[in-house]
């Protein structure tokens, strides 16, 4: 099964920084890749989708790159509501696989 | 506007079972998969199955194999999640989510508390 592996698996960070989150598939997965926003008491909310897809109603500042192996979530200016867990996620055929989550907190 | 609202939370004993509920509402529920995932206390998100509501077909993770079940009911436009003999580090909130490849509508999530 296709691992995903996230870097750093937390951070510190101030407003206005540039935030830079990596997902490591075990194996190519093209740009099957998705990326969400995850806060205490609240649902995931989807950020990106095959892999550099900006979801609806989702801030420009947020980004999305790569494919194969290697993607990257960019947040070109954090902003006091972005302090979050983020994960990245694949999908095949058959099965969601998650990443193990990088958490963004306020330095 | 699209809305995925879940039963309210549930506390079992051991190896009793749950069901949870993720009504839909504002689009063509037979469109989408549902999948469910969970969020054990300090932990990550775990992917637990989907479920093609228009067909009834389904994937189960393999952890929850023979545990899982996932059925539908589309004149109601409601997924269930049924989890069987259930255990302590199954406690978590349990979430329902619209897509196939992606999540793009969640439920509220329904806290599943095993306890005796």
Same mark, same amino acid.
């Given at each position: 099964?296709?691992?995903?592996?996230?870097?750093?698996?937390? &951070?510190?960070?101030?407003?206005?920084?540039?935030?830079?989150?990596?997902?490591?598939?075990?194996?190519?997965?093209?740009?099957?890749?998705?990326?969400?926003?995850?806060?205490?008491?609240?649902?995931?909310?989807?950020?990106?989708?095959?892999?550099?897809? &900006?979801?609806?109603?989702?801030?420009?500042?947020?980004?999305?790159?790569?494919?194969?192996?290697?993607?990257?979530?960019?947040?070109?200016?954090?902003?006091?509501?972005?302090?979050?867990?983020?994960?990245?996620?694949?999908?095949?055929?058959?099965?969601?696989?998650?990443?193990?989550?990088?958490k963004v907190e306020i330095? | 506007?699209?809305?995925?609202?879940?039963?309210?939370?549930e506390v079992k004993e051991?190896?009793?079972?749950?069901?949870?509920?993720?009504?839909?509402?504002?689009?063509?529920?037979?469109?989408?998969?549902?999948?469910?995932?969970?969020?054990?206390?300090?932990?990550?998100?775990?992917?637990?199955?989907?479920?093609?509501?228009?067909?009834?077909?389904?994937n189960y993770a393999q952890?929850?194999?023979?545990?899982?079940?996932?059925?539908?009911?589309?004149?109601?436009?409601?997924?269930?999640?049924?989890?069987?003999?259930?255990?302590?580090?199954?406690?978590?909130?349990?979430?329902?989510?619209?897509?196939?490849?992606?999540?793009?509508?969640?439920?509220?999530?329904?806290?599943?508390?095993?306890?005796?």
């Amino acid at each position: 099964a296709i691992q995903l592996t996230q870097s750093p698996s937390s &951070l510190s960070a101030s407003v206005g920084d540039r935030v830079t989150i990596t997902c490591r598939a075990s194996q190519g997965i093209s740009s099957t890749l998705a990326w969400y926003q995850h806060k205490p008491g609240k649902a995931p909310q989807l950020l990106i989708y095959d892999a550099s897809d &900006l979801e609806s109603g989702v801030p420009s500042r947020f980004s999305g790159s790569g494919s194969g192996t290697d993607f990257t979530l960019t947040i070109s200016s954090l902003q006091p509501e972005d302090f979050a867990t983020y994960y990245c996620q694949h999908f095949n055929s058959y099965l969601w696989t998650f990443g193990q989550g990088t958490k963004v907190e306020i330095k | 506007q699209v809305h995925l609202v879940q039963s309210g939370a549930e506390v079992k004993e051991p190896g009793a079972s749950v069901k949870v509920s993720c009504k839909a509402s504002g689009y063509i529920f037979t469109g989408y998969y549902i999948h469910w995932v969970r969020q054990a206390p300090g932990q990550g998100l775990e992917w637990v199955a989907w479920i093609a509501p228009n067909s009834g077909g389904t994937n189960y993770a393999q952890k929850f194999q023979g545990r899982v079940t996932m059925t539908r009911d589309t004149s109601i436009s409601t997924a269930y999640m049924e989890l069987s003999r259930l255990r302590s580090d199954d406690t978590a909130v349990y979430y329902c989510a619209r897509g196939v490849a992606a999540g793009d509508h969640w439920g509220q999530g329904t806290l599943v508390t095993v306890s005796s």
